[in-house]
């Protein structure tokens, strides 16, 4: 397990083996960032992006938040972490592509199916419970489709519903939805399953999920 003390001696090797390598590029992005992909990811520390996608320093803009949500635009007042950073890369950055990432084994998928967070206090799974009942739609499909939501198949298909769910509330957002129309922006689902590593992407005219070529086939 790693611990801080740990964290500091990869930070030394970073700083003498990446960082040096890749000096020019560091001084580089010191006069800016200009990515041109938004990657939505779930906290989980097992699906970093930068690490499945394989990118570099400022090529990716990333927001993580639990189950790799994005709610709908809203105008109540409020902290709005998610909208904000959205803003930010479609309106300055510019990106081209937003990749919402749900992945397999999600804790915030599995916590929208069982509603086990459902009258906790704020503080004590209240947060959580209020944030994830984005998916209660969602999740009463899943029920449907699936009897009570406990099978490993109710578990996965919460999880694809989530990214759906996400790509439907990004259209919610005016600059996303007339970049979209324009061109400008393609919106994009994908779906880690950790338990084989493979990427999984959505065919939005189906509704299904396809693994992503690993191009030697
Ligand atoms: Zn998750």
């Keep these: 397990m790693t611990d ?10 970073f700083r003498n083996t990446g960082w040096t390598e890749q000096r020019e590029r560091w001084s580089e992005l010191a006069e800016g960032q200009s990515p041109t992909v938004m990657v939505i990811a779930c906290s989980d520390s097992r699906v970093d992006p930068a690490q499945i996608f394989d990118t570099s320093p400022g090529e990716v ?3 993580r938040n639990v189950a790799a ?5 809203e105008t109540t007042p409020g902290h709005h972490g998610v909208s904000a950073a ?4 479609v309106q300055v950055l510019k990106v ?5 990432m749900g992945h397999g084994k999600c804790g915030g998928c599995k916590a929208a199916l069982s509603q086990e967070l459902k009258d906790a206090p704020p503080g ?10 984005m998916l209660d ?3 009463a499909n899943v029920v449907a489709r699936f009897g009570d939501g406990s099978s490993h198949e109710a578990h996965r298909a919460m999880e694809r519903e989530g990214v759906k769910v996400s790509l439907a509330n990004l259209r919610t957002f005016p600059c996303i939805r007339s970049k979209e129309r324009s061109g400008e922006l393609k919106l994009i689902g ?14 939005e005219s189906t509704g299904q999920f396809h693994p992503a070529s690993l191009g030697d086939d």
Excluded: T
Aim: without cysteine; glycine residues 8%.
């Design 4 to 13: 801080f003390a740990d964290m500091l001696d990869g930070y030394r090797r």
């Design 61 to 63: 803009f990333v927001v």
């Design 69 to 73: 949500l994005v709610p709908p635009f």
């Design 137 to 139: 739609e969602a999740r």
């Design 190 to 203: 994908s779906l880690f399953a950790i338990a084989d590593g493979q990427l999984h992407l959505l065919d």
């Design 86 to 89: 959205l803003e930010f890369a």
């Design 96 to 100: 081209n592509e937003i990749v919402v």
């Design 124 to 133: 004590e799974g209240g947060f959580i419970a209020n944030w994830i009942d």
